[in-house]
């Protein structure tokens, strides 16, 4: 009996079963999460979006095929990869930053770092320079070697999606609908381009001309910033006017003033249990600050290879 249980109890904590781990390359390449960070310090010096777009790569990676690095790889003649989807081209920005991360590893850690690692810490980066809330993220991911645009323009939810929507989208990657309206937050920074809201503004249907669970003020400068004309493609605005750069909790009180900018953030006020936990993020910082590093905690193990699965990129652009 004794000696089945302690058998069962081996295998349950053996390595055979690879696992995520803080500090993975602790004796690897002891400086990985360091330089990662230096990294990103000197990129968001020069531009500070680059923190929200680096956050918004390491979801698009997280959803598609998981936290697997899948969404850095470049276009071949052969494949159309993930980058190339609309979801993700032409509006992700960051790449550079993990690239030239990259390149640093290889020089001192030939093959040791994987580029899903390098974006999930590059992300947890950003939001400790655009929060200030520093949290540590388990590492020892491996990198995929596919990447299809077909299945980030299937998988990743549209700005158009209702609460049902999100919330199925969300759950069909084990993350809950509180988990989904914290993770949402991350809208407090950043920018979007005129074309994912603009149907709230003109022609909203065949009865309304505007979405009006948009505030009418904040619509009429919308429109000012977002023409009719057909040449707002390259057009962007804040998605938190007030602080754009802090990873705060105004993007609630936002959504709670009918000013949240996309229908997937107005949405999240359209039923009296999600408007509660919108207040509750609203008027709790520290609630929400906590929630969201757990939320991105857990999204950075979705999906994720491990052990001997995978490989690890030279360049996070190709797979090797
Ligand atoms: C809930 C479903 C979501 C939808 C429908 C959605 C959609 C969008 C869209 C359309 C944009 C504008 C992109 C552009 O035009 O440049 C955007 C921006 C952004 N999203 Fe989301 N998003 C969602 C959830 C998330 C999550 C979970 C995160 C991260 C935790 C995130 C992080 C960001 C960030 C940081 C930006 C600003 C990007 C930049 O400034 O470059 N989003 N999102
Ligand atoms: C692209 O396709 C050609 C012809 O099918 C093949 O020889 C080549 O190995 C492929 N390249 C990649 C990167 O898959
Ligand atoms: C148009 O939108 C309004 C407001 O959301 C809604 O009440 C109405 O049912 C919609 N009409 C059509 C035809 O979809």
Redesign the pocket.
């Known amino acids: 009996m004794f000696i089945v249980l302690l058998i069962v109890c081996l295998c349950l904590f053996s390595p055979l079963e690879a696992q995520l781990q803080v500090g993975f390359y602790r004796k690897s390449c002891p400086k990985a999460e360091l330089i990662v960070r230096d990294e990103v310090r000197k990129a968001l010096t020069k531009n500070i979006g680059l923190a929200a777009g680096l956050v918004r790569i390491h979801f698009h990676d997280a959803f598609v095929r998981g936290a697997d690095g899948s969404v850095l790889i470049d276009s071949t003649a052969n494949n159309t990869a993930e980058k190339s989807s609309p979801p993700n081209n032409p509006s992700l920005r960051g790449f550079e930053v993990i690239d030239s991360a990259k390149k640093r590893l290889e020089l001192v850690c030939k093959r040791k770092v994987s580029c899903a690692d390098i974006l999930t810490f590059a992300a947890r980066d950003s939001v400790f320079f655009s929060m200030g809330l520093y949290y540590s993220v388990p590492s020892g991911r491996r990198d995929g070697r596919v990447s299809l645009a077909s299945e980030a323009l299937r998988i990743l939810p549209p700005p158009t999606s209702n609460l049902n929507q999100l919330t199925q989208s969300f759950a069909s990657k084990g993350l809950t609908q509180d988990e989904m309206i914290t993770l949402s937050g991350a809208h407090s920074i950043g920018r979007s381009h005129c074309n994912a809201f603009t149907n709230r503004l003109y022609n909203?249907?065949?009865?309304?001309k505007q979405?009006?669970?948009l505030d009418p003020t904040y619509a009429a400068q919308l429109k000012r910033s977002c023409p009719n004309n057909g040449n707002s493609a390259n057009l962007v605005v804040s998605l938190d006017p007030a602080t754009p750069n802090k990873l705060d909790t105004n993007y609630y009180k936002l959504i709670l003033a009918k000013r949240g900018l996309l229908t997937s953030d107005q949405t999240l006020v359209s039923t009296q249990a999600t408007a509660a936990k919108v207040r509750a993020n609203a008027n709790n910082a520290k609630l929400f600050q906590q929630k969201f590093a757990a939320a991105m905690v857990k999204m950075g193990k979705i999906g994720v290879l491990t052990g001997k699965q995978g490989e690890i990129r030279s360049v996070c652009t190709k797979i090797n």
């Open positions: 909203f249907n065949s009865t309304v979405d009006p669970s």
